[in-house]
């Protein structure tokens, strides 16, 4: 047999190594590719096992809804389409204690919107959209369940979106807050209890002590008089009308709770008459402040232009210049307070300007509320009724009233009234 020449050889040799390189190549190939594919899947299975963690410990429904014609098929935009036209294509297992239906029932067409409250279905609509457009946000709507319960459940959602960037559905998580809300309902009744026992206790108890009260008012009245035939030292009179001053002092603090109460249940009625001079109200009131008038720096200056008529609850009108009044003389540092009342014939002003202790801008909304007070009450008696009551009362007339004040300047108090009813 002739001798194979050296160079087929070599070639055929050289032939086999390259074909054994690649077969090498080859191995090392699957090699790495087993080990990518052993990577993935490591991973799949750490991100299943965190996904399932997260589902199944959070307190609520994770879901996951998609437009029922995926965008590839249809051919209106996606956003044209409606959150209605969405199915349910995942939910958490928590979705069948809750709901009564099972995962596969919430996966049939329509199915979310069905189980939502007819009331409720615009508004649950309407937050799908605006989380379509804004890509994410929540819905609060009612549920009714398979048992025929009604649930209140709060949805957080977050827009699904393609490759290409397109909204193909929402995912999110449905908590029920049944139990806040039902929490939430019984605390405003409760508050709403406590406050009608509160208004009750007030009304009664001012009440009765009222009775008593303007009988020992017309006793000491009675008393005055008599003192007035026998000659009785000075100091006595004294005494007696302090005491008058003071049953009259309690005599208004109770009436303050009184009108509360009436205000509560709307029962402030007016008894108005034509032709209440508002200047004539205004300087009664002063006669009868008189003898607080009488500290030395404490005078008040009463300006009056025209005639300031209108059809008025006179009565009213008096008490809300009393407390503007008392307020003035009680915070107004002992300066002089200038009153002033005009009329356009269509509106009355009235102004009371003291030159006292002034409000803090931050209490000057408060000052107005029921119980609210802006000043110590170790230097200032008070029950922060006063101005309530004001304010009502304007009000009722149809009037406003305002403030301007500053600290250590002093508080101008402005009521406008309309002259006609
Ligand atoms: P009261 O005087 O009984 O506290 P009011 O309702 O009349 O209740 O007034 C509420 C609060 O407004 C007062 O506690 C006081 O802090 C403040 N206030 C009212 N009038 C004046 C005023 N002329 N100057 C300064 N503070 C005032």
Redo the contacts with the bound molecule.
């Keep these: 047999m002739a001798a194979q020449p050296s160079s087929e050889i070599e070639a055929l040799r050289a032939a086999l190594n390259a074909a054994e390189r690649r077969v090498e190549a080859a191995e090392s190939h699957a090699n790495a590719a087993e080990a990518q594919r052993a990577h993935w899947e490591g991973l799949a299975r750490v991100l299943q096992q965190r996904l399932d963690g997260f589902v199944h410990n959070i307190p609520g429904i994770a879901w996951e809804s998609y437009f029922r014609q995926s965008p590839g098929t249809h051919q209106s935009p996606v956003r044209e389409q409606s959150p209605a036209t969405m199915d349910v294509d995942y939910v958490s297992d928590l979705i069948e204690p809750i709901s009564g239906y099972t995962a596969d029932e919430w996966k049939q067409p329509n199915f979310w919107l069905e189980l939502v409250h007819p009331g409720d279905k615009a508004q649950a609509l309407a937050d799908s959209h605006r989380v379509f457009r804004e890509g994410h946000g929540s819905s609060s709507y009612r549920w009714l369940t398979k048992g025929g319960r009604t649930l209140w459940v709060t949805s957080r959602m977050t827009l699904i979106v393609d490759k290409a960037g397109v909204p193909i559905g929402l995912r999110g998580v449905t908590m029920d807050e049944t139990g806040i809300k039902q929490a939430e309902a019984q605390r405003l009744l409760d508050a709403q209890e406590a406050i009608r026992a509160r208004d009750e206790f007030l009304s009664i108890a001012s009440h009765e002590l009222r009775t008593p009260l303007t009988a020992a008012l017309l006793n000491v009245h009675l008393l005055e008089r008599s003192l007035k035939q026998l000659s009785v030292p000075p100091r006595v009179g004294e005494i007696v009308a302090k005491v008058e001053r003071q049953q009259i002092r309690i005599a208004n603090l109770l009436d303050?709770l009184l009108d509360v109460a009436r205000i509560r249940v709307g029962r402030l009625e007016l008894a108005r008459e034509y032709d209440v001079d508002l200047a004539e109200v205004v300087r009664d009131v002063v006669d009868r402040l008189q003898p607080d008038f009488a500290h030395p720096g404490c005078a008040v200056d009463l300006a009056s232009a025209g005639l300031v008529r209108g059809h008025w609850d006179r009565l009213r009108l008096e008490q809300v210049v009393m407390?503007?009044l008392?307020?003035?003389l009680?915070?107004?540092n002992r300066a002089p307070i200038e009153i002033a009342v005009t009329s356009d014939g269509v509106t009355a002003k009235l102004v009371?300007r003291?030159h006292?202790?002034?409000?803090p801008r931050t209490?000057q909304a408060r000052?107005?509320e029921r119980f609210?007070?802006?000043?110590s009450?170790r230097h200032?008696?008070?029950?922060?009724?006063?101005?309530?009551?004001?304010r009502q009362i304007v009000e009722a007339h149809g009037g406003t009233i305002s403030l301007d004040?500053e600290p250590n300047v002093?508080?101008t108090?402005t009521v406008e009234l309309p002259v006609r009813q």
């Design positions: 303050g407390n503007l008392s307020n003035a009680k915070y107004g009371v003291d006292g202790i002034g409000i209490s000052v107005f609210e007070r802006a000043a009450s200032y008696g008070g029950l922060g009724l006063g101005l309530y009551i004001v004040s002093g508080s108090f």
